[in-house]
Nanobody
């Protein structure tokens, strides 16, 4: 059974940083592309934040503007999202995804 468990969310002031983690089990982690999505509220669609391919190539949503970095540690079956220069509009639930499996999400709240 594939499981994704996100952690690292919390409350931070604008301009601050957070590092999210997503630990994945039940699949061949090193051969999977992993992505972070976020959802501002349940009425809105989830939007792609960042994706990292199995070979390490990364892509980002346009709104990231160089502030976030996605990385992976295949020895720990974990993907990270380092978020710097956070803005109030980054407030959302952040989800980890691989193939069609999703985690439960971790809340990020940025105060102004």
């Amino acid at each position: 059974q594939v499981q994704l468990v996100e952690s690292g969310g919390g409350l931070v002031q604008a301009g601050g940083s957070l590092r999210l983690s997503c630990e994945i089990s039940g699949t061949t982690f090193s051969s999977r592309a992993i992505a972070w999505y976020r959802q501002e509220d349940p009425e809105k669609q989830r939007e792609l934040v960042a994706n990292i391919a199995a070979v390490g190539k990364t892509t980002y949503g346009a709104f990231v503007e160089g502030r976030f970095t996605i990385s992976r540690d295949n020895s720990k079956n974990t993907v990270y999202l380092q978020m710097n220069s956070l803005k109030p509009e980054d407030t959302a639930v952040y989800y980890c995804r691989t193939v069609y499996y999703w985690g439960r999400g971790t809340q990020v709240t940025v105060s102004s």
